[in-house]
């Protein structure tokens, strides 16, 4: 199947600052790809959508001055974590896709810690 | 509002032993369907999906889902599990919106294998 990588797998960071995380699709061209966040031992929720060359969409409760996306090119789209906070930590996972219909695949996640 | 319930949050099951994991789901159309797995602190993998046809579909490492629309229901098997198969597996349900997929995960089940 298709890749999607996930840069970093783990970051840790200091309140304040801001993090970015990267996703590329390796061998495909993504025209949507998703952000998610994972709690601990709990489900997926979606962040936003986002496609290439136009704004993200996010999910109601998301705030989008906190979470940037940028899906700049059909194969690379990230999300920057500004201004983190610990309650920010949690496990982000992207997925991509080539088009409607077409299956999702995966990044590995990021392990975000917000100390 | 769709929604997906795995009700099992975990279950553990004898290497060797038969394996059904439950899901249902809430929605006013047939939705797309599908089971992924996620192995400690990866990503995620499609196992199966259903969009239409043939109720019963198979997926990899042999796996199998049966669509039951009178149940709202999609739930996985496995006639034999490995200890290979432990890990946390997740059900999702999509809808077109707005020309993208957007899937809704249930809140997974922990399979532990034993000997």
């Known amino acids: 199947g298709a890749v999607v990588s996930q840069h970093p797998s783990w970051v840790i960071c200091k309140s304040g600052t801001s993090v970015k995380i990267e996703c590329r699709s390796l061998d495909f061209q993504a025209t949507t790809m998703f952000w998610y966040r994972q709690f601990p031992k709990q489900s997926l929720m979606l962040m936003a959508t986002?496609?290439?060359?136009?704004?993200?969409?996010?999910e109601q409760g998301v705030e989008k001055d906190k979470f940037l996306i940028n899906h700049a090119s059909l194969t690379l789209s990230t999300l920057t974590v500004t201004s983190a906070h610990p309650e920010d930590s949690s496990f982000y996972i992207c997925?991509?896709?080539?088009?409607?219909?077409?299956?999702?695949?995966f990044g590995q996640g990021t392990r975000l810690t917000v100390v | 509002a769709q929604s997906v319930t795995q009700p099992d949050i975990h279950i553990t099951v004898s290497e060797g032993a038969s394996l059904e994991l439950r899901c249902n789901y809430s929605?006013?159309?047939?939705?797309?369907l599908f089971w992924y797995v996620q192995s400690p602190g990866q990503g995620l993998q499609l196992l199966l999906k259903y969009f239409s046809g043939d109720t019963l579909v198979q997926g990899i490492k042999g796996f199998e889902a049966e669509f039951k629309r009178s149940q709202s229901s999609f739930n996985l098997r496995k006639p034999s599990v490995h200890w290979s198969d432990a890990a946390e597996y997740f059900c999702?349900?999509?809808?077109?919106?707005?020309?993208?997929?957007?899937?809704?995960f249930g809140t997974g089940t922990r399979l532990t294998i034993i000997p």
């Open positions: 997925s991509a896709e080539t088009g409607v219909g077409a299956e999702a695949f």
């Open positions: 929605y006013g159309a047939t939705p797309y």
């Open positions: 986002s496609n290439e060359g136009s704004k993200a969409t996010y």
């Open positions: 999702a349900v999509a809808f077109l919106n707005f020309g993208n997929e957007k899937l809704t």
